[in-house]
Nanobody, 114 residues
Framework: QVQLVESGGGLVQPGGSLRLSCAAS????????MAWYRQVPGKQRELVAS??????NYADSVKGRFTISRDNAKNTVYLQMDSLKPEDTAVYYC?????????WGQGTQVTVSS
């Protein structure tokens, strides 16, 4: 059973930056597309960014502001978030793409507010 543990969230002012990390309990990145998702209360979870061996993809709402990367040696996926906006406030999760139900973790809260 693989566990994914997200960290790095917090409270940040508009225009600020955060770097999220997602550590996997064992090596899975060679087999899966990895992705970051986010969810706000009352809304569906949405795909934010994904990464494969050949490239990255981003939701239009974060394109140019967020950067996904991964370190296969550390079994860790990152999400660098710059120029944060209040509408980026959500719980952020990592998972495969498509997401596997068993891999959902606790997520990490990101709050963008002055």
């Amino acid at each position: 059973q693989v566990q994914l543990v997200e960290s790095g969230g917090g409270l940040v002012q508009p225009g600020g930056s955060l770097r999220l990390s997602c550590a996997a309990s064992r090596s899975i990145f060679s087999f899966y597309t990895m992705a970051w998702y986010r969810q706000v209360p009352g809304k569906q979870r949405e795909l934010v960014a994904s990464i494969t061996n050949s490239g990255t993809n981003y939701a239009d709402s974060v394109k140019g502001r967020f950067t996904i990367s991964r370190d296969n040696a550390k079994n860790t996926v990152y999400l660098q978030m710059d120029s944060l906006k209040p509408e980026d406030t959500a719980v952020y999760y990592c998972n495969t793409k498509p997401a596997l139900q068993a891999y959902w973790g606790q997520g990490t809260q990101v709050t963008v507010s002055s």
